[in-house]
């Protein structure tokens, strides 16, 4: 028995909340993508290939679809009518926008006051914020995680895919799934609603709880992004590009730290390349522990680490991120691999834990990401691919609804009375 078996779940969120309802699909409930005639605008979102949506196959998996045109009055009388029959309901169209079309929390929960309403927007439904842009880079910004991803002086940068909107979701799934705890005892449903800048807080948990510990010297307070001296490859204080090295294959993020706490580390790794003769008898006996001293005597050289960094490089690029990882594991080093998506879909870790998997059959086959979390009963599975548009719309009535009726105005747009 899957842990969330029986439940249902109307699912009206698009590209930025679709991962909320994948989480709970693959914990065994039923959940209903409700799109747009057109399709909903997941559809398009990157990274795409020629088959489609790579977001959209992978954070639609695991559900049924159906078509209801919301800006119709048949459209919104369909969804309260499946509303009835729903435990939980997602949306993320934006402050008052399901309100203003009768199917915001305050009027469903008159439908169905056991519903579990969940909905995830920027910055929240109210406060000053709450009507401001939206773009992935804005609600990074806001929520404070940029403040630190920058190179020296320059703006911060976006990282990586945009995934802003993924955290909030997932924060929106545990946070329905607590709601869902307090209805079994009470029987009454509740919002939950998520600000995805409040979420994103969380990927700075440290320096959230700065001001709760009362830390009077919080780091970032200390060191300001701006004006960043230190170059040799040690601390906070190094440009970013100084720690990553071509390797064979890719990246290495490796650190020539210095001091007593990881100088050890560094002595470690010009023991490894002393043993693979690719440094000098001079190079292999400074010992990083003490190097600030070294360096403030006059001992160590901007021209010796010109010829450190030099056999770094020359040592690191004939080298693969497998093997720097078995030396980092025998000599002790802090020094691993950058991995890639290729380097993700090949790794035997993630194979023995069952965490890829294809679902659907010929041209709607795809492998992807199935299993983000296990235990003794198997609490997540695959079970099918994202569906078609409108896919499972006669199937869902039935279901749901149970009546001829319903079926046959589905396809004909009559009134769902």
Same mark, same amino acid.
Request: aromatic share 6%; proline share 5%.
């Given at each position: =028995? %899957? ?23 693959d914990?065994?409930a ?6 747009p005639?057109?399709?909903s605008t ?8 020629? +088959?489609?949506?790579y977001f &959209? ?15 119709t009055?048949d ?7 499946l ?9 993320s ?11 915001? &929390? ?11 309403y ?17 773009s ?15 190179d020296? *002086?320059r ?15 997932a924060?929106?799934?545990?946070? =329905? ?9 009470t ?12 979420s ?14 009362r830390?009077p010297?919080?780091? &970032?307070?200390i ?5 960043r001296t ?22 290495? $993020? ?21 043993? $693979?003769?690719?440094? %000098? ?18 001992e160590f050289?901007?021209g ?10 020359d ?11 078995? +030396? ?6 802090l020094?691993?691999g ?8 090949? %790794?035997?870790?993630?194979?023995a ?19 983000w979390?296990?235990g003794?009963? $198997?609490p997540? $599975? ?11 719309? +006669? ?7 149970? *009546?001829?009726?319903?079926? %046959?105005a589905?396809?004909?747009g009559?009134e769902?009375?």
């Amino acid at each position: =028995m %899957s842990l969330l078996g029986g439940y249902r779940i109307l699912d009206l969120s698009d590209e930025r909340g679709l991962l909320a309802g994948r989480m709970l699909a693959d914990l065994g409930a039923d959940v209903v993508q409700v799109e747009p005639p057109g399709g909903s605008t997941a559809r398009e979102a990157t990274p795409q290939s020629d +088959a489609g949506s790579y977001f &959209w196959d992978t954070f639609a998996a695991n559900k049924r679809g159906i078509v209801a045109d919301l800006a119709t009055p048949d459209g919104r009388h369909l969804v309260r009518r499946l509303t009835l029959r729903a435990d939980f309901l997602i949306e993320s169209a934006g402050p008052c926008v399901l309100t203003g079309l009768g199917l915001g &929390w305050p009027q469903l929960r008159e439908v169905n006051p056991a519903l579990v309403y969940g909905t995830v927007t920027a910055f929240g439904h109210d406060g000053p914020k709450s009507g401001y842009a939206e773009s992935d880079l804005i609600v990074w910004a806001a929520g404070g995680p940029l403040q630190p991803n920058r190179d020296e *002086d320059r703006p911060p940068l976006r990282m990586s895919v945009e995934h802003a909107f993924l955290n909030a979701a997932a924060d929106l799934a545990g946070g =329905m799934l607590i709601a869902h705890h307090a209805r079994a005892r009470t029987g009454r449903g509740q919002l939950v609603d998520v600000s995805a800048q409040a979420s994103l807080g969380l990927n700075t948990l440290g320096r959230v709880l700065a001001d709760s510990v009362r830390d009077p010297r919080p780091e &970032w307070a200390i060191v300001s992004p701006t004006k960043r001296t230190d170059q040799s490859g040690s601390g906070s204080g190094t440009s970013s590009h100084l720690k990553k090295w071509p390797c064979r294959d890719g990246l290495v $993020e490796f650190h020539l730290a210095m001091g007593t706490a990881v100088g050890g580390f560094t002595n470690n790794f010009f023991r490894w390349l002393h043993d $693979e003769g690719a440094c %000098s008898d001079r190079v292999a006996a400074w010992d990083w522990r003490v190097m600030p001293k070294l360096v403030e005597a006059g001992e160590f050289t901007e021209g010796d680490m010109t010829e450190v960094r030099a056999a770094t490089a020359d040592f690191l690029a004939a080298r693969t991120k497998a093997e720097i990882l078995d +030396a980092a594991i025998r000599y002790k080093l802090l020094c691993i691999g950058i991995s890639d998506t290729a380097d993700l879909a090949a %790794s035997a870790q993630l194979a023995a834990r069952g965490y890829f998997a294809a679902v659907g059959e010929g041209p709607r086959r795809r492998t992807m990401p199935a299993r983000w979390a296990t235990g003794s009963i $198997e609490p997540v $599975e695959l079970r099918r691919p994202a569906p078609l548009v409108g896919e499972h719309t +006669a199937e869902v009535l039935a279901d749901w609804l149970g *009546d001829d009726r319903a079926l %046959s105005a589905a396809g004909s747009g009559e009134e769902l009375g």
